[in-house]
């Protein structure tokens, strides 16, 4: 004790009782206040319908599959819809442009002149034909088609 003193002389003033203590009369109708508790969980309690017991689950399971399925599938199947108009659309000028290749890659140097000719009176100029370059492309139309 004489130690304590020396090292916190604070610590050693203070008297050594317990601080917590019972409120007073709470024992007297400790017995009552117990055996009310007892009752009350002895009780049943209320019933829910059975029906509604066993549903509550499967109502919940439904709601988030309902969820996961707006929320997943429906995005899904419009980003495929979009893709697949547009590769369909893609599909039908790539094989547009197909046929036109094969008509021309069958046609000979000779059948195309004729043509030509025959379709204008006067041989195509240079002059024209930079008219024509430059009143149907753009300027990036004709530097893309140079390279």
Known sequence: MKDLSKIAPKLSKIKKECPFGVPP???????????AKIEAEIKPAKHRPVLIRYLKPAIGIAASLAIIFMLVYLPLNKMNVTQTATTDSEYIGFSLENEYIAFLENIDVNTFLSVIENG?????????????????????DIYFESE
């Open 25 to 35: 009369n709470y024992f007297d109708d400790f017995n009552a206040k117990l055996q």
């Open 120 to 140: 204008e009176e006067d041989p195509v100029s240079d002059e024209g034909f930079l008219n024509y370059l430059c009143d149907n492309l753009s300027d990036y």
